[in-house]
């Protein structure tokens, strides 16, 4: 019998499900927990996933319910999820002296969403060396902050707090995420940098390393997108949920605090998942703002989820093109090709139809407000984190909802649509064409 071949995707996809199994044995065992009991199957199967697909929504208290041996478990699928499953064992095959085959490389392309099969070992070894080096000084910030503080064992601490926002996983060691130090400058903007460069992807960065001005290397098209709506997000974003919450959540804090949180809050939701802010206080049209950032989400090849940056950018320049009566869509003088923008209408028609499809269920099984639900199901799509609080009253059948959603969310619409068989074909004939009234 022939030897099934896996696409890129599959391998990928199947990757995420074999780090999250054997997460979910281990934090099932009773040493994963501090009270030495088992945790039950359903809760352990969701922590994995929320922890490998880099989302931080919880069922349990990650500092007091899960042991040393627990925590670490997580620690290590965040970081395995942030980076991609396939992309550590390619990488670790390299450090054994295994040679870089083509399926190899096709694999890692697809999880880094490298646009060329060229300088895969090369960009293997900057990854690592980046993203240690990112969570290494991050981790020095955070532990010199709290080394004074009272703060049970600083040093690690500092390590999983500066690996979940590098990795955009949203786990805290604390029970109320970073409400605590929503006034702390040094712990904002430290926390924030980690999570703007883990969520712009290692393709930009990597692109930005490189780039001097006027030299042969400039910015691709991608990293100009990228940029581009990273920055008009927060420009967007920061005005609105101050002036929405200036007298809510933000109500007790000097003016330097409100300008934090706001920033804090309008940066974290693209992925993240940390609070300094009462989320299930926050206004109906501030959870409403965070849902559409939690859809948009972080950039492709990054730590984090959503439809991507580049993905929600062009999308808006499709429709800007149409509506000014364009036939070529353009961005900085460069033309989109019609393949690029069917992608983009699937994976923003697949995502929105998977938000639709998992509100509705778990309105059928869990009875709690309609915008809690959503905001809910936009969490765990987007793999940010963020809650109003009802995680931990879902019934199973909704942990279960949540459990899948956050996986395909990780995956990703094109990912998972190539995982099960996509394929591009030439038409041997064509039908004669009908015009359909539409509007």
Request: charged content about 15%; some cysteine.
């Amino acid at each position: 019998m022939a030897k099934a071949r896996l696409n890129p995707a599959q391998i990928l996809a199947l990757g995420f499900l074999a780090a999250i199994t054997i997460g979910t044995i281990l934090l099932s065992l009773p040493i994963s927990t501090a009270n030495g009991q088992r945790l039950p199957f359903v809760d352990a199967l969701f922590t994995a996933t929320s922890a490998t697909c880099v989302t931080g929504l919880k069922v349990v208290d990650t500092g007091s319910y899960f042991s040393l041996f627990g925590q670490l478990v997580i620690l290590v699928l965040i970081q395995l999820g942030g980076l991609g499953i396939m992309t550590m064992a390619t990488l670790f095959g390299l450090m054994i002296g295994r040679r870089l085959g083509l399926r190899e490389r096709l694999v890692v392309q697809e999880a880094l969403k490298h646009s060329t099969l060229g300088g895969i070992r090369v960009l293997l070894r900057y990854v690592i060396i980046l993203t240690l080096s990112i969570e290494g000084l991050g981790a020095i910030f955070l532990y010199l902050r709290w080394k004074g503080m009272g703060i049970s064992y600083p040093g690690y601490c500092a390590v999983f707090h500066a690996v979940s926002g590098f990795c955009n996983a949203g786990f805290s060691l604390f029970k109320d995420s970073l409400v605590g130090y929503q006034a702390d400058p040094v712990i904002n903007v430290t926390m924030l940098l980690l999570i703007i460069l883990g969520g712009l992807g290692f393709t930009v960065l990597t692109n930005l390393r490189r780039y001097r001005p006027g030299k042969k290397e400039t910015l691709s098209l991608h990293t100009k997108v990228v940029l581009s709506m990273t920055f008009f997000l927060i420009v967007l974003s920061v005005p609105l949920i101050f002036l929405l919450e200036r007298n809510n959540t933000l109500s007790t804090l000097p003016v330097g605090g409100k300008i934090l949180g706001a920033v804090f809050q309008a940066i974290t939701p693209r992925t993240a998942g940390f609070n300094t802010l009462e989320i299930g206080q926050m206004r109906g049209a501030s959870l409403f703002l965070l849902m559409i950032l939690m859809f948009i989400g972080a950039s492709p090849g990054s730590t984090g989820g959503g439809v991507k940056t580049s993905t929600f950018g062009v999308f808006l320049v499709t429709i800007w093109t149409f509506f000014r009566g364009k036939k070529e869509i353009t961005i900085f003088k460069r033309t989109i090709s019609h393949k690029v923008t069917r992608e983009i209408l699937t994976v923003v028609a697949f995502a929105f139809g998977l938000v639709v499809l998992a509100t509705f269920l778990l309105l059928l099984t869990e009875g709690k407000e309609f915008i809690k639900v959503l905001f809910e199901v936009f969490s765990a799509f987007g793999t940010v984190g963020l809650s109003t609080g009802i995680t931990d009253t879902l019934s199973n059948l909704g942990r279960i909802i949540i459990t899948i959603t956050m996986f395909m969310g990780r995956i990703g619409p094109l990912t998972i649509a190539v995982a099960m068989g996509q394929r591009e074909y030439a038409p041997l004939y064509k039908y004669p064409e009908e015009r359909v009234m539409i509007g």
